[in-house]
């Protein structure tokens, strides 16, 4: 059972970049789907964006097009979120979770979670 590992958050300024590091130790993950998600307080944890197992394909949320993108490298067991223009409103806990499917954005279909890293926006 692979385990995951998120890294890099922290707190920032509006505007700033920031680039989240998500590590699977003890495991492959090149055979599973892999995603961003974030959840707020108070809030539903919800989908940033999601990637397939050899990385071909990628989908990002409305809210985040243009400004996060995803990007995974297999020979390392690793996958990053690349944040830029961050706003308050991104402030939030990330989790990358697994899912042995290629690919999806449903959060029920992801059967690894790591335990997340906390982004904290300032404006």
């Known amino acids: 059972q692979v385990q995951l590992a998120e890294s890099g958050g922290g707190l920032v300024q509006a505007g700033d970049s920031l680039r989240l590091s998500c590590e699977a130790i003890?495991?492959?993950?090149?055979?599973?789907?892999m995603g961003w998600f974030r959840q707020a307080p108070g809030t539903e944890r919800e989908v940033v964006a999601v990637?397939?197992?050899?990385?071909?394909?990628?989908y990002q949320h409305s809210t985040v097009e243009g400004l996060f993108t995803i990007s995974r490298d297999n020979a390392n067991n690793a996958v990053y979120l690349q944040m830029s223009s961050l706003e308050p409103e991104d402030t939030a806990d990330y989790y990358c979770?697994?899912?042995?499917?290629?690919?999806?954005?449903?959060?029920?279909?992801?059967?690894?979670w790591g335990q997340g890293a906390q982004v904290t926006v300032s404006s």
């Open positions: 990637i397939s197992r050899t990385g071909s394909r990628s």
């Open positions: 003890g495991g492959t993950t090149s055979n599973l789907g």
């Open positions: 979770p697994a899912t042995n499917l290629c690919i999806s954005t449903f959060r029920s279909e992801y059967e690894y």
